[in-house]
């Protein structure tokens, strides 16, 4: 059992509130998954600026002084905007490379949560409200959203084992259920270049979209393939710099519900998720079908 | 009439109120507000009051109902009227999956669509379903009737038993050993009572009907497959 929440937002005036919205949804989850929480958030792109976002579990000293010593390295302006173990960097969006690099050389024990030009992913284990609150999850702003509270089966209860996984740039994948044959389509993976950072099934579905999506194919068609080729129990919900879907395996076992206004479409793993969420009471609302995707881009 | 508010109470408060409901009551309609998608709302009620729910539902409302009548205004969440024994449940919206699993008696009427695996191993329930209803539906199924006005998803009825299933609209598949069987004049007379207590009749008329149930070749053992076993 996992809990997913996700909000994509179709009216600018809503996107102050992203943050506390998501952050409310992402708490009333806590049942579904205690072990470990986590959110994407599409802050928005600025122009030139490219964010790595990145993670240690040792922040004082892997921060201290990152931004002056990556800015040596790449001989370009960074700055660095630290939120409890994680921190966002920003560095010039040509960059961005250079920086990933340069970081793996600089700071060994720093892991790379998101990369992109609107990404930002923050994780870690303990309690969704203990979570939301370390990265103050409420006052973030943005255009869309993907949050995760994780009852962990198929890998340890790590901060690099939560959810959300990113395998491409400005791409987030969460997971509730089970993927049974990811071992060999993570072999097969590897083979086509792909790297991965864990044993998780769930980064296996991440990494399976990016290379759909690297090969050419949309949002859309890369998630059609999720239903031939990965076994198992799974509602995925997806992220891209500007698009947000929703797909679930044809048994359909584990829990969906959709609502859309004409201020934002909801995606949470139960109808608790929603209750706050503005005009709920005249929203569609609906349980996304088995092996149908859904998908929307702005 | 009492008037439970369910956010300002709990869950725990309004199910301990309902389950020392016994025998004669002079309070006899209830209305929950504030549901907020909670579980387990007005599960293992058992006497005659009606209770009527402000709102949607999560998981397993109205569970092992006994006696009651419950009126959902909104959808609910999964295993809806679970194993209900009698009395009647009903849901204004959508139900979520499993909607009247298992359920020995009583009546569930479900006014919007369900999703998948709708009166799974049902033994006994009626279930009345104005919109459609998703795959695995019926699944085991054992007694009791199911009537659907819209379409069926999937594998309606696989591995059927007793069941009698009556669906209006498409079917997309049947399940194993499910087959259409013949409308007699006593089914069409079980679904005109069937409609009429589903709150169904001036949407739908007995003929525009087929009938679903089992072959029964996958629960008798058949003496040509001893060598199989």
């Known amino acids: 059992m996992c809990g997913i929440v996700g909000l994509f937002l179709k009216d600018p005036s809503l996107e102050p509130k992203l943050g506390a919205m998501l952050a409310d949804m992402l708490v009333t989850m806590t049942d579904r998954g205690p072990d470990s929480a986590g959110i994407a958030i599409y802050s928005g792109a600025r122009d030139g600026i490219g964010k790595i976002t990145v993670q240690s579990a040792q922040p004082e000293a892997d921060f201290r002084n990152l931004d002056e010593d990556l800015r040596n390295a790449i001989g370009q302006p960074v700055l660095l905007l630290r939120k409890s173990t994680h921190a966002v960097l920003e560095v010039p969006i040509g960059q961005i490379e250079a920086a990933r690099s340069a970081l793996a050389h600089l700071r060994p024990g720093v892991k790379i949560m998101s990369v992109g030009d609107s990404i930002e992913i923050f994780k870690e284990v303990g309690l969704p409200k203990d979570v939301a609150a370390r990265f103050a999850v409420a006052q973030m702003k943005g255009s869309h959203g993907i949050g995760h509270t994780r009852m962990a089966t198929e890998s340890a209860v790590t901060t690099m084992g939560a959810h959300p996984f990113s395998t491409g740039s400005d791409q987030c994948l969460v997971h509730n259920g089970s993927l049974s044959n990811h071992n060999s389509v993570r072999r097969d993976l590897i083979r086509a270049g792909m790297a991965f950072e864990t044993e998780n099934d769930t980064e296996v579905a991440a990494a399976f979209l990016s290379h759909k999506m690297d090969e050419g194919a949309g949002l859309g068609e890369a998630m059609e393939a999720t239903l031939t080729d990965l076994d198992g129990f799974f509602t995925f919900v997806v992220g891209t710099r500007n698009g947000f879907g929703v797909v679930r395996d044809p048994i359909a076992c584990k829990p969906a519900v959709m609502a859309e206004t004409d201020q934002y479409v909801a995606f949470g793993s139960e109808y608790r998720a929603l209750v706050d969420l503005p005009g709920i009471e005249n929203a569609r609302v609906w349980e996304p079908e088995p092996a149908t995707v859904y998908f929307w881009e702005r | ?229």
């Not at chain 2, 709302?41 to 109902?65: E, K, L, P």
Request: hydrophobic share 40%; net charge neutral; aromatic share 6%.
């Open chain 2, 1 to 229: 009439m009492p008037s439970f508010d369910l956010g300002a109470h709990g869950l725990r408060a309004l199910n301990s109120t309902l389950h020392a409901l016994k025998g004669q009551t002079n309070e006899t309609q209830w209305d929950i507000v504030n549901p907020r998608g909670s579980h387990a709302i007005a599960a293992g009620v058992d006497a005659a009051v009606d209770i009527t729910v402000h709102g949607s539902t999560g998981y397993y409302c109205a569970g092992m109902n006994k006696q009651a009548t419950i009126r959902v205004k909104g959808s609910a969440g999964p295993g809806v009227a679970e194993n209900m024994m009698s009395g009647t449940v009903i849901v204004d919206g959508d139900a979520s999956q499993y909607a009247g699993a298992t359920g020995r008696g009583g009546l569930l009427v479900i006014k919007g669509n369900a999703s998948s695996r709708c009166g799974i191993s049902m033994k006994g329930i009626d279930i009345v379903v104005h919109g459609s209803i998703g795959h695995m539906s019926a699944f085991m199924a054992q007694s009791g009737n199911m009537v659907v006005l819209g379409d069926a998803g999937d594998a309606l009825g696989d591995s059927l038993y007793e069941a009698r299933l009556f669906v209006r609209g498409k079917v997309k598949s049947l399940g194993a050993d499910c087959i259409e069987k013949e409308m007699r004049p006593e089914h069409l007379e079980l679904l005109e009572t069937l409609l009429q207590r589903g709150e169904a009749d001036a949407k739908a008329r007995p003929e525009e009907f087929r009938r679903y149930g089992s072959a029964r070749k996958l629960y008798n053992f058949n003496i040509d497959n001893a060598s199989a076993y």
